[in-house]
């Protein structure tokens, strides 16, 4: 194994997966959390390098570890929140016999498939992102909301002259986040923005994000509408941002919209809000829970082009109001979503764990 980073323990009784190689929302907040649960239990690291710098181990590293418990404890939590890592899991559990507990958080707000559902049945702990996805898992444990960090996300000094750092056009920004593909309504968007900014003169939009492969042509035929409609400067795709410039393009926006179709959790618009954003979302993920119409942005159905519009329209059409929104919105992420919140939760699903193991 390489030099371990010097928040991790040489033997972990926490381990932590994240086997994906591409990076993504679970990956940005595995990214977050690691540093601060390092800091609350002997934790190690499985999987990809994250962009905070923390190497993982590989999963035969893991399992090899594992075949005897850390010293202390009757055995190591693995925590994985992917399928292919709650069946690697469960082999090493169950085939191979390790002293291992599993623990699964599950973000999904429908009825998993039948052998997803198999899986997380096999897990000794599940962890439900919100209350409806509780709903869609018998045997949740706890419920315990995604967090964000306060301190990387934060609100720039002037809410109303940060888009200048931008160097694109305008008084003001609207940004949406996230991949340009049709599950993440990047055409609700463009098609909102369209109908918007020639009521919005102040403002320019952009779309923050990569367009897979398979989804090139899709974005291109969005920039052919933007430029039929003479908004080529006004709507623009920045492209995927490195994940240590997104708070940079959120503290420089004063809007943040989120209209995806369907979204498990959806983790944009709360690290935007927590930059001071306002918010218009549609009806999908925990959005309900952050987007609180008239006092911290507005929210519309999903695939809703003109009631997008007229939310976006009705947020901005005052930006000192827009700014309250944004500051309304800082509030509630910081009161109910803060990254300190979501460790304290995991923590107790722990240490359940181990008490049981004691009483037993």
Not at 35 to 59: E, V
Not at 76 to 86: A, G, L, S, Y
Not at 185 to 202: E, R, T
Request: glycine share 8%.
């Amino acid at each position: 194994m390489n030099a371990l980073h010097p928040l991790l323990s040489p033997d972990p009784e926490v381990i932590v997966f994240n086997l994906k190689q591409r990076y993504t929302g679970v990956s940005a907040t595995i990214n977050a959390l690691v540093p601060l649960q390092a800091q609350q239990w002997r934790l190690g690291f499985c999987g990809t390098r994250m962009s905070n710098g923390i190497d993982g181990m590989t999963l035969g590293q893991a399992i090899a570890l594992s075949r005897k418990p850390p010293a202390g404890r009757p055995f190591r939590i693995w925590h994985v929140r992917r399928d292919p890592e709650m069946m690697a899991a469960i082999f090493a559990r169950d085939v191979l016999r390790l002293p291992i507990k599993l623990v699964f958080t599950s973000a999904a707000q429908h009825l998993h498939g039948r052998f997803p559902r198999w899986l997380i049945s096999k897990m000794d702990a599940v962890i439900s992102t919100t209350p409806l996805a509780a709903s869609f898992v018998p045997n949740t444990t706890a419920v315990v909301p995604h967090g964000i960090d306060l301190s990387r996300f934060s609100p720039p000094p002037d809410k109303l002259k940060a888009w200048a750092d931008s160097g694109l056009p305008g008084e003001y920004g609207i940004g949406v986040f996230g991949r340009v593909r049709p599950d993440k309504g990047s055409d609700v968007f463009v098609h909102a923005m369209i109908q918007a900014l020639p009521q919005l003169p102040g403002a320019t939009a952009v779309i923050a994000g990569l367009a897979q492969p398979q989804h090139q042509a899709y974005q291109q035929d969005l920039q052919r509408q933007i430029d039929a409609a003479g908004l080529h400067d006004r709507i623009v795709f920045l492209g995927e941002v490195p994940a240590g410039e997104v708070h940079l393009w959120y503290q420089r926006c004063l809007l943040c919209v989120a209209c995806p179709r369907y979204e498990p959790f959806g983790l944009t618009p709360f690290e935007a809000a927590a930059t001071a954003c306002a918010l218009v979302c549609s009806r999908t993920g925990a959005f309900d829970q952050l987007a609180i119409p008239g006092q911290t942005g507005e929210m519309v159905d999903t695939d809703d082009v003109p009631g997008l519009t007229r939310a976006v329209v009705s947020v901005l059409k005052d930006p000192t109001h827009a700014v309250q929104m944004g500051q309304a919105a800082r509030a509630r992420v910081s009161e109910h979503f803060s990254l300190a919140r979501e460790a304290e939760g995991i923590s107790r699903v722990y240490k359940g764990l181990f008490e049981k193991a004691r009483a037993g």
